[in-house]
T-cell receptor
Framework: DAKTTQPPSMDCAEGRAANLPCNHS???????VYWYRQIHSQGPQYIIH???NNETNEMASLIITEDRKSSTLILPHATLRDTAVYYC??????????????FGQGTILTVHP | KAGVTQTPRYLIKTRGQQVTLSCSPI?????VSWYQQTPGQGLQFLFE???????NKGNFPGRFSGRQFSNSRSEMNVSTLELGDSALYLC?????????????FGPGTRLTVL
């Protein structure tokens, strides 16, 4: 699975969009980009994932560059409840790394009033 | 649909004891993965079970073991507890057959070893 690189921390004002970048320059063609977040001492929460195309759901949008070497998670209107550690993970679809998500250090997003 | 449940939520043990943690996956999910989270090492993969078979294992000593039952519920066991085993233990379930299915996490079991 691809190694991902994220900034250690970011700040965002409440009500503004939070744009969290992730670099995954070694990603292979059949690896998905997954995003999870973890609010203090809770289990990680699935946010969104994508392969090539941009994706949107009720929580967020995922923008993947055409060369797939980086992506951006967008929380369109951040709230204080979005303060959490955000993890970007590469996962081989159908690969033999069964059940294994490799978590890095993630990005600590702090949303300010 | 109910989410992943883990019991107990909190546990205090002493060194040398053993502990069993339980995980009930989302209905219809057949894969269960276990993770350990500590402040120093972050989130680390322990093992994964699918249809009662361990398909993948992380780099942990043999004191850490698991099993899965025919109803997909899973347990993990840690024997001869050490202080360093104090951690948040998380399980995650997914539909299963493919290695890349989306995983959904439970709330975790907080284990403290004294």
């Amino acid at each position: 699975d691809a190694k991902t690189t994220q900034p250690p921390s970011m700040d965002c004002a409440e009500g503004r969009a939070a744009n969290l970048p992730c670099n995954h320059s070694t990603i292979s063609g059949n690896e998905y980009v997954y995003w999870y977040r973890q609010i203090h001492s809770q289990g990680p929460q699935y946010i969104i994932h994508g392969l090539k195309n941009n994706e949107t759901n009720e929580m967020a949008s995922l923008i993947i560059t055409e060369d797939r070497k980086s992506s951006t998670l967008i929380l369109p209107h951040a709230t204080l409840r979005d303060t959490a550690v955000y993890y970007c993970i590469g996962l081989n679809a159908g690969g033999t790394s069964y059940g294994k998500l490799t978590f890095g250090q993630g990005t600590i997003l702090t949303v300010h009033p | 649909k109910a989410g992943v449940t883990q019991t107990p939520r909190y546990l205090i043990k002493t060194r040398g004891q053993q502990v069993t943690l339980s995980c009930s996956p989302i209905s219809g999910h057949r894969s269960v993965s276990w993770y350990q989270q500590t402040p120093g090492q972050g989130l680390q993969f322990l093992f994964e079970y699918f249809s009662e078979t361990q398909r993948n294992k992380g780099n942990f000593p043999g004191r850490f073991s698991g099993r899965q039952f025919s109803n997909s519920r899973s347990e993990m066991n840690v024997s001869t507890l050490e202080l360093g085993d104090s951690a948040l233990y998380l399980c995650a379930s997914s539909f299963g057959p493919a290695g890349g299915d989306t995983q959904y996490f439970g709330p975790g079991t907080r284990l403290t070893v004294l």
